[in-house]
């Protein structure tokens, strides 16, 4: 099992910025792939960005390019990913989720197929 456990949400006026984490309990021996998604009000869940563990391929929604920036770090028992969030417009407004999802391929990254997830966290982007 893997547990994620986010944090960093808030509010932050249009222009802004905020940091969000996400703490990863670690299978002995087992590499992931790392994801951010969010869920806007009445809106799907969709995918936002992904890295993989070896750090060589990273991938982002064509609509946080360029302002959000995802980076992990890690160590024996855990690791952490991290989503640096600059920029920031109203439609950024959603509940942000981390996932995981194992790979033996360390360079493995998809925005689709994760079978671990955080319980999420807020953020609300003022006008």
């Known amino acids: 099992q893997v547990q994620l456990v986010e944090s960093g949400g808030g509010l932050v006026q249009a222009g802004g910025s905020l940091s969000l984490s996400c703490a990863a309990s670690?299978?002995?021996?087992?590499?992931?792939?790392m994801g951010w998604f969010r869920r806007a009000p009445g809106k799907e869940r969709e995918f936002v960005a992904a890295?993989?563990?070896?750090?060589?391929?990273?991938?982002?929604a064509d609509s946080v390019k360029g302002r959000f920036t995802i980076s992990i770090s890690k160590d024996n028992a855990k690791n952490t990913v991290y989503l640096q969030m600059n920029s920031l417009k109203p439609e950024d407004t959603a509940v942000y989720y981390c996932?995981?999802?194992?790979?033996?391929?360390?360079?493995?990254?998809?925005?689709?197929?994760?079978?671990?997830w955080g319980q999420g966290t807020q953020v609300t982007v003022s006008s």
């Open positions: 996932a995981a999802v194992v790979s033996v391929d360390r360079d493995y990254v998809s925005r689709v197929g994760y079978n671990y």
């Open positions: 670690r299978r002995p021996f087992s590499t992931y792939a």
């Open positions: 890295i993989s563990w070896s750090r060589t391929n990273i991938d982002y």
